[in-house]
T-cell receptor, first 111, second 114 residues
Framework: KQEVTQIPAALSVPEGENLVLNCSFTDSAIYNLQWFRQDPGKGLTSLLLIQSSQREQTSGRLNASLDKSSGRSTLYIAASQPGDSATYLCAVNSYGQNFVFGPGTRLSVLP | DVKVTQSSRYLVKRTGEKVFLECVQDMDHENMFWYRQDPGLGLRLIYFSYDVKMKEKGDIPEGYSVSREKKERFSLILESASTNQTSMYLC?????????????FGDGTRLSIL
């Protein structure tokens, strides 16, 4: 059964720093991996979707990479801003299984 | 942009009541999902549907049922609410072709069972 973990659980950085969030999964037989952002008390906002055949996806200051063979994805945020403060979740869509979500990384960007 | 709308942001009900949570999407998506989110447990899938009148159990269906009479609407039903069903409930939708389509989420319903 697919298991998804995210490290670190929480991260606090000063504004302007570049940062990396990590997502690991145990079963490499995946269709795709999706990164979300969740603000407190709100739903999930889709950030990036990476298909299993892709190595990376970019949207603005965000870049997500995927290494299926090692079971890892990273979300790179460039020039972080206080508005980036949120919880970031990754979700893996695997063969024969439902979407499995990681526990999230809670990010605080300090002005 | 895809819009997934959940009927209530906050809801308070009593133990034993029958509770309906409604979700509507406006992009003609075939797939719809209900999750619950709890601290320390993350998001867990309750039920999903690939088409009208079709439903599939997720990882934690006990105590819940669903209804999908129209393509745009997916309802989650708590037949007899219990305090352990106090949670944040999230609805999502996606296009057919589960393998390569992103999920889009509503804003969630925070349900408290007293």
């Amino acid at each position: 059964k697919q298991e998804v973990t995210q490290i670190p659980a929480a991260l606090s950085v000063p504004e302007g720093e570049n940062l990396v969030l990590n997502c690991s999964f145990t079963d490499s037989a995946i269709y795709n991996l999706q990164w979300f952002r969740q603000d407190p008390g709100k739903g999930l906002t889709s950030l990036l979707l990476i298909q299993s055949s892709q190595r990376e996806q970019t949207s603005g200051r965000l870049n997500a990479s995927l290494d299926k063979s090692s079971g890892r994805s990273t979300l790179y945020i460039a020039a972080s801003q206080p508005g980036d403060s949120a919880t970031y979740l990754c979700a893996v869509n695997s063969y024969g299984q439902n979407f499995v979500f990681g526990p999230g990384t809670r990010l605080s960007v300090l002005p | 942009d895809v819009k997934v709308t959940q009927s209530s942001r906050y809801l308070v009900k009593r133990t034993g009541e029958k509770v309906f949570l409604e979700c509507v999407q406006d992009m003609d998506h075939e797939n719809m999902f209900w999750y619950r989110q709890d601290p320390g447990l993350g998001l867990r899938l309750i039920y999903f549907s690939y088409d009208v009148k079709m439903k599939e159990k997720g990882d934690i269906p006990e105590g819940y049922s669903v209804s999908r009479e129209k393509k745009e609407r997916f309802s989650l039903i708590l037949e007899s609410a219990s305090t352990n069903q106090t949670s944040m409930y999230l609805c999502a939708s996606s296009l057919v072709g589960l393998s390569n389509q992103p999920q889009h989420f509503g804003d969630g319903t925070r349900l408290s069972i007293l």
